[in-house]
């Protein structure tokens, strides 16, 4: 079985990086901008994951993005098909990357598993929706039957398709079973 595996770089853009909040500090409303850097707290075997967010004067606003469970993962030996990060410059709800990645190409090829390492996560990002903004040839609710499914995992576990991804998780795609349909 062969196993193809990518590096995505999912970024937000600007108008999804400042957010209008009260600042302690200054005393007023202010304009708070992601900063790029991410925190990450342990609490036993809970991870926080934190957005830090600065005002003009670097007074700082952490944004909590996810909780999630520490964990080990032993993985296998695959072949790496893109030896470059796909970077994805688009907001959750804007228009598709012109740079889909065609399941069915791939199966074609022989692809039967695809590995998907996201590298680096800014912003709030669904899974099913995510998936359905950079996959050709096979709709949300395709993506959402293979989630619930488990033909479609996270991490290696079967999650809702509303579950929000993070930095250095694993998408796993089973192309065995999934349905595609061919693009015009």
Same mark, same amino acid.
């Given at each position: ?6 590096? !995505? ?10 957010? &209008? &909040?009260?600042? /302690? ?22 991870? /926080?994951?934190?957005?830090?967010? %600065? ?5 700082? !606003? ?13 993985? +296998? +030996? ?11 410059? +688009?907001? *959750? ?6 740079? %889909?990645?065609?399941? @069915? ?8 598993? *695809? ?8 912003? %709030? !990002? ?5 998936? @359905? ?10 993506? *959402? ?5 488990? &033909? ?17 998780? *694993?998408?796993?795609?089973?192309? +065995? ?8």
């Amino acid at each position: 079985m062969e196993k193809v595996r990518l590096n !995505w770089q999912i970024n937000s853009n600007e108008e999804d990086s400042i957010i &209008r &909040r009260y600042c /302690h500090n200054c005393g007023k409303l202010a304009i708070f901008k992601d900063s790029g850097i991410r925190r990450h707290n342990a609490n036993g075997k809970n991870i /926080h994951a934190y957005a830090i967010y %600065k005002c003009d004067k670097d007074h700082t !606003w952490n944004d909590k993005l996810a909780k999630y469970k520490a964990q080990s993962e032993d993985y +296998t +030996t695959i072949k790496d098909t893109d030896t470059q990060p796909k970077s994805i410059e +688009t907001a *959750v709800g804007s228009p598709p990357s012109p740079e %889909k990645i065609s399941l @069915a190409d791939l199966q074609q090829q022989g692809t039967m598993e *695809v590995e998907i390492l996201l590298e680096t996560v800014q912003g %709030k !990002w669904r899974l099913d929706k995510l998936l @359905a903004q950079q996959l050709s040839g096979i709709s949300r609710s395709e993506i *959402v039957k293979g989630i619930n499914g488990s &033909r479609i995992l996270l991490n290696g576990k079967q999650v809702k398709p509303s579950e929000l991804v993070q930095e250095n998780q *694993v998408i796993r795609i089973c192309m +065995t079973i999934l349905e595609f349909h061919s693009n015009p």
